[in-house]
Each structure stands twice: as C-alpha cells, then as structure tokens.
C-alpha cells in the first residue's frame, strides 16, 4: 500500500503503518514516540528533528533515511535495513537494534547510550558518539572510525565477540570495556587509553597499537601476532598464555 507522503509536524503518536510504502515521505518535526512501521518501506524518507521515542521500526526497510537530530530513545530497530542512513546528532539511547543493518550509516555526535547493537552491521560507518554502556557484542564492523566526542569517555562499552577489520580507534578513552573474543585484526589503536579492559581470547593479529596505555588490562589468552606495537605500554597488562607479536608466549 503507496500513501500520501507529507506528515511533517502532524501529531501520529501510536500511529501504525503496516506495509506501507513511504518512499521520500516527510516526517520532520512528527510526533511518532510508540508509532509502530511495520514492515514499511521508507527508503529516502526524513525525520529531522522528529520525536521516535520507543517507536517500532522492526524489519523496516529504510535506505538513506535521514533521522537528523532525531529522538529514537528506546525505539525497535531490529533487523531494519537503515544502511547509508544519517543519525547526525540524533538521540539512540537504549535502541535495540539487534541484526539491524546500519552500513554507511552517519552515526556521527550521536547518543548511543546503553544502546544494545548485538550482531548488527556497522561496516563502513563512523562511530563518533557517546558509546557509554553500548553493546556491539557480535556485530560486524569493518573500514570504522571510532573517535572521542568532546571529553566524553566509552565507560562499559562492550564489543564481546565483535568481529573488526580496518577498524580506527583515534585519541579514544574507554573504561572496563569488554574485547574479549573479538577479532581485532588490522585494527589500529592510535593515542589511545584503555583502563580496567578485558581483552581475553582477542585477536590483535597485525594490528597497530601507536601510543597505546593499557591499565590493567587482561590479556588472558590474547593473540598479538605480527602486530606493530610503538611507544605502547603493556607494564599494568595481565599476561596468561599471551601470544606476543614475535610468536613467544608470555604469562605472568
């Protein structure tokens, strides 16, 4: 079912949309907080600005979207398809987002707060966003930026299990974050400060670590081989059964 795509500013709070096509429909400054798209096609469709507090998008098909300076706080976004879609500066708190594909998606000076991402794809995005609490166990991530916004600091993150390739962490700060059984190959850590981490069964395989202080970090079972390390200092690191970047195995 095609409709009639102009709802700017209207009030749809609850509103259910149940496979509808909404290509290009405008949305900006709505009212949808609990509205429910299910099974909707809104590819190219806008949100600027629009209220989607613990709306449904479950399964939604939205390519290109725009939610700029959204509120989605506590919105459904399991399995959509909102690759290439832009998140600027938009609220993300507590989504559930589990499967969802969010590849070249904007995700840019947004809130991802205890936002929960287990097995999404975020390959190709930028993560420049308040990550506190969010969990990206599972989830793909590949050629990602992730970088500090303001002074904020990625406090609990958890990447368990996350699967990276040609991932950046620049300048970032995170505090008992949780890497263990990542894939962290060809991932590189530049000025980079990590605190209280559990890095246990990682991959560091040719990754680059350039200015890297680790506190206390476990690295239990942790594989380094051929990974570049420069002006990174390992001396608060828990070492068991740790494969080194020369092959040797470290505990201590």
């Known amino acids: 079912m095609t409709v009639s795509g102009d709802f700017s500013g209207k009030d749809l709070r609850g509103r259910v949309f149940s496979r509808e096509s909404l290509i290009g429909a405008n949305f900006n400054g709505a009212k949808l907080d609990g509205a429910r798209f299910d099974e909707c096609d809104l590819s190219n469709a806008t949100f600027w600005e629009t209220s989607l507090r613990e709306a449904v998008l479950s399964?939604?098909?939205?390519?290109?979207?725009?939610?700029?300076?959204a509120d989605l706080q506590g919105a459904d976004l399991q399995r959509a398809?909102?690759?290439?879609?832009?998140?600027?500066?938009?609220?993300?708190?507590?989504?559930?987002?589990?499967?969802?594909?969010?590849?070249?998606?904007s995700l840019e000076k947004c809130n991802l707060r205890n936002a929960a991402l287990w097995n999404s794809n975020l390959s190709g995005t930028s993560l420049g966003s308040h990550l506190a609490h969010a969990?990206?166990?599972?989830?793909?991530?590949?050629?990602?930026?992730?970088?500090?916004?303001?002074?904020?600091?990625?406090?609990?993150?958890?990447?368990?299990?996350?699967?990276?390739?040609?991932?950046?962490f620049w300048t970032a700060s995170f505090c008992r974050a949780k890497f263990n059984e990542s894939h962290l190959e060809d991932v590189t850590f530049a000025d980079y400060t990590n605190g209280y981490s559990d890095f246990s069964g990682a991959s560091f395989r040719n990754a680059t670590l350039l200015n890297v202080k680790f506190y206390d970090a476990n690295f239990t079972d942790t594989n380094f081989l051929g990974a570049i390390l420069t002006e990174t200092d390992l001396s608060d690191a828990r070492f068991s059964n740790t494969t080194m970047p020369d092959g040797s195995i470290r505990s201590s």
């Open 59 to 69: 399964n939604a098909f939205a390519v290109g979207a725009k939610f700029t300076r």
């Open 81 to 105: 398809n909102l690759s290439s879609c832009n998140f600027t500066e938009s609220n993300l708190e507590k989504i559930a987002g589990y499967y969802a594909n969010l590849s070249e998606a």
């Open 135 to 168: 969990e990206f166990a599972g989830a793909m991530l590949k050629n990602v930026d992730v970088w500090p916004l303001g002074e904020c600091k990625h406090d609990d993150t958890s990447f368990f299990g996350a699967r990276m390739t040609g991932v950046d």
